[in-house]
C-alpha cells in the first residue's frame, strides 16, 4: 500500500486526489494523535496556505478537521511555508498545517505537517496519523471540548521581522526584481527586501488563486531573466509557490541554480566561521562541480537522497549549518527549521553587499559540468534498477567517464519512471552516454 505522505506531505489533484474528506481525515487524525501522545493541554494547531483557488475549500476541511478533534486553530492566512513553520515556533503551538502545492501546477494542492517548533513530522508519526485516517470511529468532542478559531492578524509581521535581522549590512542601492510566481511571496517578499534597504521591483505578485505558478517563477525563469535586464538590476530572485525555494538571476540575465547558491553561501559562512565542520549537505543531483569547487576550496560535501526531508534529517543528525538542493530549496538551520527562500535570498544579496562583488563574480566559483536527464518509463522501478545488464552499463559509462563525469540511475518516488542522468566534460558525451544508459533500461522495462 503506497504511503499516504509523500517526501513533502499529502499532495494530488485537488477535488479528485486531495478531497475535502481527506483533509478532513488527516487534520483530525493529526491532532488526535497528538493529544494521545500525552501533551497535557488542548493542542494548538497554526493553518497557512499559499493563494491557489483550492486553499480556500480545503482550509477549511482542516479547520473542521483540528476542530472537531478538540485543537484550537490560529489561522494565519496566505503565507510562505517557512512563515507558517517559523510561527508554529513563534505561537509555541503543537502543530504546523500548509495547505500548498509549492511549485506544481495550479490544479494541484498538498498537506503539509509540522511538529511542535516548526519541524517536520518524523516518519513513525505520519504512518500513525496515516493509520487514523481510514476507518477511525472516533469519540468526537461535545460542547466546549469543541475546538475554536481565531486569526492571527500579526502573523505577517512577526514573520517579518523574524527575517530581517539576517542581513548584516543594509541592502540599500542594491536594485532586485523579484518575481513572487502569483504565490505566498506575493504577501510579504517585496516586503522583506524593501525592509533590508533594496531597492525591489515586484514581478507576478498579483494572485487570483488560479494564476500561481504560471509560466513565472522560480520554475519559468525566462521573464524575469528580461525583466532583470530591462530594469538593469543587480539580482534576481525567483520564488515557487509557496516561497520555500530561491533561484537567482545575475544582472546579465544568467541562472543561478540551488548549486551555485549554497556553494556561494558556503564559502561566506565559512569566511565567518559560522559553516558547522566546513561541512555542506546537497542530495545527490546537485552537479559534480559543486564537488569540485567545495574540495578545491576545502568544503565537505555531505549527500543525501533526492528530497529535502532528507537534507534536513542530515543536518539535524550531524549538527550541520548549510544544506539543501539544486532546485534552490535552501536550509540554514541556525535561521529556520525548514527551506525559507526568502532567507535564501537575504543571505545571498548580503554576500553581495559585504564583499562588493556582483553575483555573476560570485557564482563563477562553480563550473557546472554538462548534466543531461533522460526519464524511462517503466513497469517495475526496483526490478530495472537492479537488472544485471543496467548494472554493467552504468558500470562501463563510469569507466569511460573515470573522474571527469558522474552517473546516477535513480527510480523516481513519485512516477513509473526510472531517471538516467550523466554528468560529463561535454554535453555531446553526456548525452550519448545518457541515451546509450537508457536504451538498456528500456530493455528491461517490462521484465
Known amino acids: 500500500m ?26 483530525g487524525a493529526a491532532a488526535r494523535v497528538l ?10 494547531a497554526v493553518v ?4 491557489r483557488a483550492s486553499g480556500e475549500m480545503l482550509e477549511a476541511a482542516v479547520i473542521a478537521g483540528l476542530t472537531s478533534a478538540g485543537a484550537d486553530v490560529l489561522r494565519v492566512g496566505v503565507l510562505p511555508t517557512p512563515a507558517v513553520a517559523h510561527l508554529v515556533a513563534e505561537f509555541a503551538a503543537d502543530l504546523g498545517v500548509m495547505i500548498s502545492a509549492s511549485h506544481n501546477p495550479m490544479p494541484d494542492n498538498g498537506i503539509k505537517l509540522f511538529a ?18 481510514d476507518g477511525c470511529e472516533c469519540e468526537r468532542p461535545t460542547g466546549a471540548r469543541i475546538g475554536r478559531v481565531r486569526d492571527a492578524p500579526d502573523a505577517a509581521g512577526r514573520y517579518v521581522d523574524h527575517l530581517l535581522p539576517v542581513v548584516l549590512r543594509s541592502l540599500e542601492g542594491l536594485r532586485v526584481v523579484v518575481d513572487c510566481a502569483h504565490g505566498a511571496a506575493s504577501a510579504v517578499a517585496a516586503r522583506v527586501y524593501r525592509g533590508a534597504g533594496a531597492e525591489v521591483v515586484a514581478l507576478h505578485a498579483q494572485p487570483d488563486g488560479l494564476n500561481i505558478n504560471d509560466g513565472c517563477g522560480s520554475a519559468h525563469l525566462d521573464r524575469l531573466r528580461e525583466a532583470v535586464r530591462a530594469r538593469r538590476a543587480a539580482v534576481g530572485i525567483a520564488h515557487d509557490g509557496d516561497a520555500d525555494r530561491c533561484l537567482a538571476v545575475d ?15 558556503a564559502l561566506a559562512m565559512r569566511e565567518r566561521g559560522e559553516l558547522v565542520e566546513d561541512t555542506l549537505v546537497a542530495t545527490v ?6 564537488h569540485l569547487a567545495m574540495r578545491e576550496h576545502g568544503v565537505v560535501v555531505r549527500t543525501t537522497p533526492v528530497g529535502d526531508r532528507y537534507v534536513l534529517e542530515a543536518l539535524t543528525a550531524g549538527g550541520f549549518s548549510l544544506g539543501g538542493e539544486q532546485s534552490g530549496h ?10 525559507d527562500g526568502l532567507l535564501t535570498a537575504l543571505r545571498l544579496m548580503d554576500r553581495m553587499v559585504s564583499s562588493g562583488r556582483s553575483l555573476a563574480d560570485l ?39 573515470g573522474q571527469t563525469g558522474r552517473v546516477l540511475l535513480r527510480p523516481s518516488g513519485t512516477e513509473p519512471l526510472v531517471r538516467v542522468m550523466v554528468e560529463a566534460l561535454t554535453e555531446s558525451d553526456a548525452t550519448t552516454i545518457a541515451h546509450r544508459i537508457a536504451k538498456v533500461v528500456a530493455g528491461h522495462a517490462s521484465a
Not at 119 to 132: Q, S, W
Not at 330 to 339: E, F, H, K, S
Not at 367 to 387: E, F, G, I, S, W
Open 2 to 27: 503506497r504511503r499516504l505522505f509523500g517526501t513533502d506531505g499529502v499532495r494530488g489533484l485537488a477535488n479528485a486526489e486531495l478531497t475535502p474528506e481527506l483533509a478532513l481525515a488527516v487534520s
Open 116 to 133: 511542535a517548533g516548526g519541524r517536520k513530522l518524523p516518519d513513525a508519526l505520519e504512518d500513525e496519523i496515516a493509520a487514523r485516517v
Open 48 to 51: 497557512g496556505r499559499d493563494p
Open 251 to 265: 544582472a546579465t540575465g544568467e541562472v543561478v541554480d540551488g548549486d551555485q547558491i549554497m556553494a556561494i553561501l
Open 330 to 339: 535552501v536550509v540554514l538551520p541556525g535561521y529556520a527549521t525548514t527551506g
Open 285 to 290: 543531483m546537485s552537479n559534480l562541480g559543486l
Open 35 to 44: 493529544a494521545e501522545h500525552g501533551l497535557g493541554h488542548r493542542p494548538v
Open 363 to 401: 557564482a563563477s566559483v562553480l563550473t557546472r559540468l554538462p548534466q543531461v536527464l533522460v526519464n524511462v518509463a517503466v513497469t517495475d522501478k526496483t526490478a530495472v534498477a537492479a537488472a544485471p545488464a543496467v548494472a554493467d552499463a552504468i558500470a562501463d559509462a563510469e569507466a569511460e567517464l
